[in-house]
């Protein structure tokens, strides 16, 4: 039972943390280890995001269906390659592989060396002010209609950082989003599509190690902490894609950067262990 309490709990964390621009995978490592649970392991948190991204299919169902329908008919029909819809399946195919690539590649590492906490802690602050920066001094006179090929490889190699824990996959796309002159909705949305194949082809890769591995729970918790992830998560898709169309991140930057101090002072202490 003790289980399935801490998984709900990440499951929580999870849901909240996924699409807003402050690092998961940050916060499945550090409160964690805060609340004494340990680290809960790169297999469980790739299979709990599942969870968030089947809040963006069914969130986004409309978008991913539609252009779904318009690339596969343009593989046969030459006179629809030009369509926003087509070439926006072939942005998030072709923007998704370095972050498939650099997985498969790095994935020892990924799964040891980058979930040492002053790694994260580092990333949060630095990724932070990155962000704070690209949302301060990027234009915003770009929508989501104009995207090409060039800014999809561009938000894909952004989106790939986040296999280092503390960059946040939403984070670094929304970044480079900015930085090439996207406004927040647009950078947002495209961010939200591009990491569907990347969390879902994860979490499916995981699957494996869920009965074992470097898993602290069991089938039954991990399955409750997805759907808590989903139904969190769905709700943070809602209220984050209407705060982005008036807001800045600036309250997510300073968010980013006192956890990052926050991390380092507890590591000094002695609270946390890295």
Do not use: C
Not at 135 to 145: A, C, L, S, V
Not at 262 to 270: R, S
């Amino acid at each position: 039972m003790w289980d399935v309490l801490q998984a709900v709990v990440l499951g929580v964390i999870q849901g909240l943390t996924e699409f807003l621009p402050i690092s998961s995978s940050a916060h499945l490592r550090i409160y964690p280890e805060l609340f004494g649970w340990g680290d809960p392991g790169a297999a469980f948190t790739a299979v709990i995001q599942i969870g968030t991204e089947l809040a963006v299919l069914i969130y986004f169902r409309e978008d991913i269906l539609r252009i779904a329908s318009m690339w596969l008919r343009s593989l046969v029909k030459p006179e629809l390659r030009g369509h926003l819809d087509a070439r926006m399946g072939w942005f998030i195919i072709i923007g998704s592989l370095p972050i498939v690539v650099l997985g498969v590649l790095l994935k020892d590492v990924i799964e040891k060396d980058f979930r040492n906490l002053w790694i994260i802690a580092t990333m949060l602050i630095v990724m932070g002010i990155v962000l704070g920066v690209a949302d301060r001094f990027g234009r915003t006179d770009k929508e989501i209609k104009q995207i090409t090929l060039r800014d999809a490889v561009l938000m894909g190699a952004a989106q790939a950082l986040a296999l280092v824990p503390g960059v946040s996959r939403s984070g670094a796309t929304l970044s480079m989003g900015r930085a090439l002159g996207y406004d927040r909705e647009a950078a947002t949305r495209y961010a939200f599509l591009l990491a569907i194949p990347a969390v879902v082809g994860a979490g499916l890769f995981e699957l494996k190690d869920i009965p074992g591995g470097d898993n602290p729970y069991g089938v039954g918790p991990t399955v409750v902490g997805t759907v808590v992830s989903f139904v969190v998560g769905y709700a943070a898709i809602a209220w984050l894609l209407r705060y982005v169309s008036t807001r800045s991140y600036t309250p997510f930057v300073l968010y980013r950067v006192a956890l990052g101090v926050a991390t380092f002072i507890l590591l000094g202490v002695g609270v946390l262990n890295a």
